[in-house]
């Protein structure tokens, strides 16, 4: 049955894509404020027509997300004196340093148990929040680079305020709400109740925790956030209950990233250059989704191979087929939601979700951050082309220069700087060490999931290391904020340069960037990046366990 989950997700995703993209191509360019946007632009003392240039966005940007991280960080400290803080203690400061930068980044990696540590005010009013509003940021930034496409000889790129609260109002709040009530029809809690005791079957006794967790659902899923009400994530049955909830969180988690291609196509003009792009993106996610399966289904050992399948880790309620699709669409995408335990996975099955993280999130990546993060590579795919042909190359009509291949780069390189520079100073010392609970090959894959994760704001984890330690709230904390700002400043700053140039007219030694020639360089330019930069370390981790 796993195909028939797989095939009719697909159809649905392609029946959503055109009116999808569509309606975000007229939010992010329309003229006019809705009476609520208008309340909201005057709270926040802004002015929603003036254009900014790139170095002002960035500057907006950074200054909104730095009061998001003291907000969240100070509600966190203080919150065994809010209402509804079902008696917990404050949050220990490197925990909440961690969490703070974790949502505000769109990580929503969670070094702590959910229904034993926030309250329903913290999880509600500071982490839900920055749910849509950091998914909303990322979007911003990617229709930001469009722009600067579309523009020509333009010294500024749009208005930050106004597109992060055209995202969250327009976009994000209203399928958020729908969603939620599509969830709780399906059995997803949403209610105030605090712990309460329960008899098991075996006679024994349990506390559960309610709250108001379809709303947190649903736009963790939607915003590619991934952090859960509860500690096991979308693998609780209060968060994800049954087989055909899983399939509709999978829909939550691919629709904004893929409809977004569509909106890239229509905002240049030219739609034919959003379906390759999408192209490309569903190419890779295919290919990724047939290979999870195949090796969780295989079952790479003696027991999983009796029994026909790799169940260790894994719901009975959705199988190895679900399961194995959910971590493939979780990993590529920044959502790091999972419905069972990455850590359990088969050698190469692990190896997938990792992999899947290294690519970039680009297939189809976070909400916003997979759209950006395929144009770059789609820059450095023309330049590369542009060598071959001895040609300045250019893209969508603009001249791809030293100043912008020298911004992509930099994009490209921020992440593995922070992954492979994190995994060997985790490794090198006795803080990261003494985190760790296993050893040899399987050990050093779970630090470099760590520090993957954390570096790419994914914020899933193959678990096995004890994370929530001061060192390591520290040092993935930082991999967080810098694996999220550095990349969008150098994005910014490429619009900017984008939009400030004049058109360069096509001739016979223009690449068509609409064909499949295209799109199978710019898969192959994506996939030789990531195995020339990770292919060692993922030699040391997954690849070495997987031979044994």
Not at 217 to 237: C, D, M, Q, R, W
Not at 317 to 335: D, E, I
Not at 354 to 361: A, I, V
Not at 400 to 418: H, N, Q
Request: proline letters at 4%.
């Amino acid at each position: 049955m796993g195909w028939i989950f797989i095939v009719s997700l697909v159809a649905v995703l392609a029946v959503i894509y055109r009116p999808f993209g569509d309606y975000m191509y007229r939010v992010y360019t329309g003229t006019t404020h809705s009476r609520p946007e208008r309340l909201v632009y005057r709270l926040l003392g802004v002015r929603p027509d003036a254009e900014q240039r790139w170095s002002a966005y960035a500057r907006g940007l950074l200054a909104f997300s730095l009061v998001s991280i003291l907000v969240v960080y100070g509600m966190q400290r203080l919150q065994d004196r809010l209402f509804l803080s079902l008696g917990f203690d404050a949050v220990p400061d490197h925990i909440a340093w961690n969490t703070a930068i974790s949502f505000v980044t769109n990580t929503n990696w969670q070094a702590y148990s959910g229904e034993s540590t926030m309250g329903h005010l913290v999880q509600m009013a500071a982490l839900a929040v920055q749910n849509f509003v950091s998914a909303a940021v990322g979007m911003a930034v990617a229709i930001t680079l469009v722009r600067g496409f579309t523009r020509h000889g333009s010294d500024t790129i749009g208005n930050f305020w106004t597109d992060l609260v055209r995202g969250t109002l327009r976009i994000l709040l209203p399928i958020a709400f729908v969603g939620a009530l599509v969830l709780v029809a399906g059995g997803v809690v949403q209610n105030f109740t605090g712990p309460y005791e329960i008899t098991t079957l075996t006679g024994g006794t349990q506390n559960l925790t309610g709250g108001p967790v379809a709303s947190q659902e649903v736009i963790k899923e939607l915003g590619n956030n991934g952090g859960g009400f509860f500690n096991t994530n979308s693998a609780h049955p209060y968060e994800n209950a049954t087989a055909w909830t899983n399939w509709f969180e999978i829909l939550l988690i691919l629709a904004i990233p893929f409809a977004l291609t569509r909106t890239f196509g229509r905002m240049v003009g030219q739609v034919r250059q959003g379906y390759a792009i999408l192209a490309v993106m569903a190419s890779i996610a295919v290919i990724s989704v047939v290979l999870t399966n195949v090796f969780e289904l295989a079952g790479d050992a003696t027991v999983p191979q009796a029994v026909g399948a790799a169940m260790e880790g894994k719901e009975v309620r959705f199988g190895v087929a679900n399961s194995a699709t959910f971590a493939a669409a979780t990993t590529l995408t920044s959502t790091g939601a999972v419905n069972s335990f990455h850590d359990s996975f088969t050698p190469f099955g692990g190896m997938m979700t990792l992999f899947n993280m290294m690519l970039g999130e680009v297939a189809p990546g976070g909400a916003g951050a997979g759209l950006y993060g395929m144009l770059v590579l789609a820059v450095i795919t023309v330049f590369v082309a542009g060598l071959m042909v001895g040609r300045t190359p250019e893209y969508l009509g603009k001249k791809i220069g030293s100043r912008e291949i020298k911004l992509a780069s930099l994009y490209f390189l921020v992440t593995p700087v922070l992954v492979l520079t994190g995994t060997a100073v985790a490794m090198g010392n006795e803080a990261g060490l003494a985190a760790m609970l296993n050893t040899g090959s399987h050990g050093f894959s779970e630090i470099l999931y760590a520090f993957t994760s954390a570096s790419n704001n994914n914020g899933s984890a193959f678990g096995g290391v004890t994370v929530n330690t001061p060192w390591y709230d520290v040092a993935l904390g930082l991999c967080m904020v810098l694996g999220r700002f550095l990349p969008i400043v150098f994005v910014l700053a490429l619009a900017g340069s984008l939009a400030a140039q004049k058109p360069v007219p096509e001739s016979a030694g223009t690449l068509p960037t609409h064909r499949p020639l295209f799109v199978g360089m710019v898969v192959g330019v994506t996939v030789v990046l990531v195995a020339l930069t990770f292919l060692p370390a993922l030699a040391l981790g997954p690849i070495a366990e997987g031979l044994l």
